[in-house]
């Protein structure tokens, strides 16, 4: 009897330790796949600044063609940094629900129009969606100052596989040729500040076509990648919007973001897909 308890003793430490030796093992693997996939990703961001600097570097005054320069700038485009140009939607967190009502329209009308060719949307699902995060955050017993749309759990499991597919995104994706679907995350933002008005200069042609649809949202993306964009003016605008001009309240139609435009730059490992992004 003592002989099998001693051997049931031994085999059960034998257990422990090699658990624990695998567990350390495959840790450090982890750790050292991480650790690689980080620096590959890096040094491609750092390459990619590079060459980003490397094109916009200043030229000496003195050795411009100065009338070559003139032809060179009124053909070159602009980049429309949707990083910028993101829709608030904190309002609907924040406000009642007859407040927010606007808002919640508009920002229902915006899921819609970026998964409604997407195989597990439903009909619906944008406003259902909408619920349930509201519904989740207003129900915390500890609300955070700062809301994270990715740290959300919504009470149905069904809608959370599908919340955490838009909030994810595809590796490939094209709005206009209907390829994958784009991170929700990338079109919205939760932010408490009290200017909240969305530049026109950088709007996004999911936005812009979610709200004036895609004829419309054509014609302000011409005029978007001007450069500079000085026809993005109330006026120029309200006369190209042919319904729903009550959604200009949303757009800041200045050109004070022109000069610190910034853009970001993103880099990703494709073996361990770890993204690391620049703003520059």
Do not use: C, W
Request: charged share 25%; no cysteine.
């Amino acid at each position: 009897m003592n002989i099998y308890t001693f051997v049931l003793a031994f085999l059960m430490i034998f257990a422990v330790i090699t658990n624990t030796l695998i567990f350390k093992k495959n840790t450090s693997k982890y750790i050292s796949k991480s650790y690689v996939g980080f620096m590959k990703s890096n040094r491609k961001l750092l390459n990619k600044y590079e060459m980003n600097f490397y094109k916009n570097i200043k030229i000496d005054p003195a050795t411009v063609d100065h009338k070559n320069k003139k032809n060179t700038d009124e053909n070159k485009t602009r980049t429309i940094n949707i990083e910028n140009a993101k829709l608030n939607i904190f309002p609907l967190f924040s406000e009642d629900a007859d407040s927010a009502k606007e808002l919640f329209k508009i920002t229902a009308n915006l899921i819609k129009t970026l998964y409604q060719n997407k195989s597990f949307y439903k009909k619906g699902l944008e406003v259902e969606l909408l619920n349930q995060m509201i519904t989740s955050y207003k129900n915390l017993e500890k609300k955070p100052k700062n809301i994270f749309l990715e740290k959300i759990k919504l009470k149905d499991q069904n809608y959370q596989m599908t919340y955490y597919k838009i909030l994810k995104g595809t590796k490939f994706y094209n709005f206009e040729k209907n390829i994958g679907h784009g991170s929700l995350l990338d079109f919205v933002t939760v932010d408490n500040s009290k200017n909240s008005k969305i530049p026109i200069i950088d709007a996004s042609n999911e936005l812009l076509t979610s709200l004036f649809g895609s004829s419309i949202a054509k014609k302000i993306a011409l005029l978007q990648t001007q450069n500079p964009p000085e026809k993005l003016a109330f006026e120029n605008i309200s006369n190209i919007v042919d319904k729903n001009k009550k959604f200009l309240n949303y757009f800041d139609f200045s050109l004070k973001n022109l000069k610190s435009d910034s853009q970001s730059i993103f880099a990703i490992d494709e073996d361990t897909q770890i993204k690391r992004k620049k703003t520059i």
